[in-house]
């Protein structure tokens, strides 16, 4: 597939000059890359599907509606992301001792390494509550925490004004979908780009916090989970962090606006496609 990018007229990226903008300044001036790809580069995110409320409320919504603004965090590792026994009962502990409001959308546990977990499926027991957790978890966050087991609409929850953190994989659609809904996040990468991802959001971008060692190479222990969650809701260190999400979010709607940087890309490469159907 790398050989053929040079082949084609153009690249469409899912990212935004403010987000992305030495690598995207890199695009255009490296000498290295202009030699081997002479295409243009164009920079026309944040894409998403829009956030569409179904009919009804869910269970879901429906919680987050009598919670206090941002004060929830939202933990899902993606439609891939699973953990092994151990890390899931650590990080229900976690959970526990922050007590922090959550939504936990919780998968099965998997064996072997967290990059196979990908390709892994599994089901819950047929009840449709999860076996694996601690016992007696739920009864003890009752009153703090939900569960919910295999899936949550997650960017209606990510927009929602009672999610002041996300407890992320840091798949980019993710962390878009993050971003958009202007909450910052717990890195927790598990495979492919993701560690990449985590690691620009930390270092770079300063909207998320992570666990000292990859999440993939050692369990999190409870109390750094417990640690890291009270960082983001409770600390100087999140408010930080939610103050520069927020800025990215107003930058976000900014470029798809009309004069936005992605919306003048857009049309450069609209103008670029229609210049070479004339010719």
């Known amino acids: 597939m790398g050989t053929r990018i040079p082949q084609f007229d153009g690249i469409l990226l899912n990212t935004w000059q403010d987000l992305d903008s030495t690598t995207l300044k890199a695009f255009k001036e490296n000498e290295i890359w202009r030699s081997i790809v002479k295409i243009p580069v ?9 956030v569409q409320p179904e009919g009804s409320k869910s269970a879901v919504i429906e919680w987050l509606d009598k919670q206090t ?6 933990v899902s590792f993606g439609s891939g992301g699973m953990l092994s026994a151990q890390q899931i009962t ?33 089901t819950v027991g ?18 703090f925490g939900l569960v919910v087991p295999m899936w949550a609409q997650q960017a209606e929850i990510l927009n929602h004004p009672s999610v002041g953190g996300f407890m992320s994989h840091c798949g980019w659609n993710s962390t878009l979908e993050s971003i958009r809904g202007g909450v910052p996040i717990i890195a927790w ?31 999190v222990a409870r109390e750094e989970i417990e640690k890291m969650v009270r960082t983001l809701m409770d600390d100087e260190g999140g408010k930080k962090m939610r103050e520069n999400v927020k800025k990215l979010k107003i930058s976000a709607e900014n470029a798809l606006s009309k004069g936005g940087s992605s919306y003048n890309s857009l049309s450069e490469m609209l103008k670029h496609v229609a210049d070479k159907l004339k010719a």
Request: aromatic share 10%; proline share 10%; net charge negative.
């Open 126 to 143: 047929s009840d449709g509550t999860p076996c694996y957790l601690p016992e007696g978890f739920s009864t003890r966050t009752g009153n």
């Open 90 to 122: 650590e990080l229900a502990f976690g959970l526990e001792l922050s007590e922090q409001k959550f939504i936990w959308v919780v998968r099965p546990p998997t064996v072997g390494a967290a990059d196979d977990a990908f390709f892994t499926s599994k």
């Open 189 to 219: 990468p598990l495979y492919a780009e993701q560690r990449l991802n985590a690691t620009y959001l930390v270092e770079e971008l300063g909207i998320a916090v992570r666990p000292l060692v990859l999440p993939t190479k050692k369990v």
């Open 69 to 74: 603004n941002e004060s929830v965090i939202f």
């Open 42 to 50: 164009h920079p026309i995110g944040p894409l998403r599907r829009p």
